[in-house]
């Protein structure tokens, strides 16, 4: 469970290389430019393989920062 | 490729035909000004791959001592359109760890990272195949078909034509591997998933055993959700994994037949409207609309008058009435309605230009002043033009404004900024040009080529916002 976070860390910084480390924790759609349709795509399903989850298509839409992915994952994990 | 200045590169129209001759990929969104404009990027966008093995043939030109590569990962960011100029950085993280990167006006729109240290030179087990020529075929398919798909691609460009064209990217990788990267181009573009592809990444290695004279390929997944496609290939010296999106075919509108059993048949009956814009998206669905209920739309075009002529066929094959005609709001708006018969005293002000693009700065002034053009100054110009056209002045409008303006999302600022403008401008037009009447609407996302989006989103019902609109527009007596 402690994991979670450097792990989530590790496929945002694959997605999106352009953040430097210590700021992906506060990324966010609004001030990562390269954070459209096509990244959250890409870093769902990334995530999703890391972690061996799924995320339902309606929560999709609330996943707009490190931190929400990050509390999502922490709720799917712990009912797993 | 030409080189503007150290390290600049400019796609131009002669290097784009070459690639899609070299590689066999004439995708549509490549090669076709009318189709392309129908897709996210909205123009004609250079091969990911054309970039990627530029890159390659560039940075092999700073050394000819570079080690053999063992793998290769790759992402599209961005699209970089044709007739742009691109940047390559390089940046040797290790000895063995090399990152490139293409970028346009400073922003990454392709990323690789290179690990170095392969010993030895890819043995063949078999002679590629290279210059098989054979029919271009770009495949439309559907998801059903595109899971679990399997199949080869065959090098068309001859070894002479890839060393020729890439020379220090060949003699680093070898012709078979430079020809089998270029491969992976058709197969996305015009195989799997084909004609609404979307190129996102791919990784390879390069293996020192023998692989296939041609590039073998089976999809291994497909997310539904996203659309997304997972494609492992094997041959031309390379072995891995490409990633592509099966992109929303464009923006179907409700059919004339679907709407004919929703408008009442004489509801508009022998009304004229003029519909800029109408050869798709909003601008089709009002021109069906009005048609269904007896009117007489005049849809135009800029560019896309082969989508126009299908809108108006869609109707007249059905028993309804349609003209069309060609509109640019780049010129003189007076000019332009010469052209038409008799006066048309409704109006729906559907010209657009791109709007989502690919963005260089938070605040860019000479896309706020095409928005405006677009938005402000051309709409102003047609109402003039038609207030001059009679004698009373009177006229009838929809101005589609949109909830950016109050939402503002991100990368709608200049936008946001001219539909508000827009928004003013019929405010006051309403206010001190008798007779005119604007009705403006900020609108939700609807369904469009231009809202389209590789995410599941939610957009409003055309039907639902649309119809009623049109009902207030032509409720007016002029």
Not at chain 2, 163 to 183: D, K, M, S
Not at chain 2, 358 to 382: A, C, I, M, N, Q
Request: proline share 5%; glycine share 6%.
């Amino acid at each position: 469970m402690n994991d979670i976070e450097p792990r989530l860390v590790r496929c945002f910084s694959a997605v999106f290389p352009g953040i430097p480390e210590p700021q992906i924790t506060n990324a966010n759609v609004e001030t990562v430019e390269t954070w459209d349709s096509v990244a959250m795509a890409t870093l769902v399903t990334a995530v999703e393989e890391e972690f061996g989850v799924e995320f339902d298509v309606d929560s999709l839409s609330n996943l707009t920062s490190f931190q929400s992915i990050l509390g999502h994952l922490k709720q799917l994990k712990a009912t797993q | 490729m030409t080189s503007d200045a150290k390290n600049a590169f400019t796609f131009n129209e002669e290097l784009q035909t070459e690639f899609a001759r070299l590689s066999g990929d004439w995708n549509p969104m490549h090669m076709n000004t009318a189709s392309a404009r129908r897709t996210q990027a909205g123009r004609r966008v250079v091969h990911g791959v054309h970039i990627v093995v530029c890159a390659l043939d560039y940075v092999a030109s700073l050394s000819g001592s570079l080690s053999l590569p063992t793998s290769l990962g790759t992402r599209f960011v961005k699209p970089v359109y044709v007739g742009e100029s691109v940047q390559f950085r390089e940046t040797f993280r290790t000895n063995s760890d090399l990152r490139l990167e293409a970028l346009v006006e400073g922003i990454v729109v392709a990323e690789a990272d290179i690990t170095l240290g392969g010993a030895h030179r890819i043995s063949r087990s078999a002679r590629p195949e290279y210059g098989l020529s054979d029919e271009p075929v770009c495949h439309e398919l559907m998801l059903e078909e595109i899971a679990g798909r399997s199949g080869r691609v065959h090098l068309v460009a001859t070894e002479d034509e890839i060393a020729h064209h890439f020379p220090n990217a060949v003699n680093w990788l070898g012709a078979e591997v430079v020809g089998g990267l270029i491969c992976l181009s058709r197969l996305v573009g015009m195989e799997c998933p084909g004609l609404h592809s979307l190129f996102s990444s791919f990784t390879v290695e390069f293996p020192a055993t023998g692989t296939p004279p041609s590039l073998e390929y089976r999809v291994v997944s497909l997310d539904k959700r996203f659309r997304l496609v997972k494609i492992e290939v094997n041959g031309c010296g390379l072995r891995g994994t490409v990633a592509a999106f099966a992109r929303h075919p464009p923006a179907l509108q409700t059919s004339y037949k679907e709407l004919l059993t929703i408008v009442s048949p004489n509801e508009f009956q022998g009304q004229r409207a003029l519909v800029i814009g109408g050869s798709r998206g909003l601008g089709e669905f009002t021109a069906k609309a009005l048609a269904a209920g007896g009117g007489v739309p005049t849809i135009t075009y800029a560019t896309g008058k082969e989508d126009a002529d299908r809108v108006a066929d869609e109707i007249r094959q059905s028993g309804g009435s349609c003209d069309v005609m060609r509109y640019d709001i780049h010129t003189q708006a007076s000019q332009q309605l010469e052209v038409l018969s008799s006066f048309v005293p409704y109006l729906y002000y559907y010209a657009t230009c791109q709007i989502f693009c690919r963005r260089t700065k938070r605040f860019d002034p000479s896309l706020l002043e095409e928005f405006l053009k677009f938005y402000v100054t051309g709409f102003y110009d047609l109402c003039a033009a038609l207030r001059s056209k009679r004698e009373n002045g009177f006229f009838s409008a929809f101005y589609p404004s949109s909830i950016a303006v109050a939402d503002r999302p991100r990368d709608m600022t200049e936008y946001a900024m001219a539909k508000a403008a827009g928004e003013v401008l019929c405010t006051d037009l309403h206010r001190f040009w008798p007779g005119i009447h604007i009705i403006s609407v900020r609108l939700p996302r609807l369904l469009t080529d231009q809202t389209a989006t590789m995410f599941p989103t939610e957009t409003a019902s055309t039907v639902d916002l649309i119809l009623p609109i049109i009902r207030d527009v032509q409720s007016v007596r002029v």
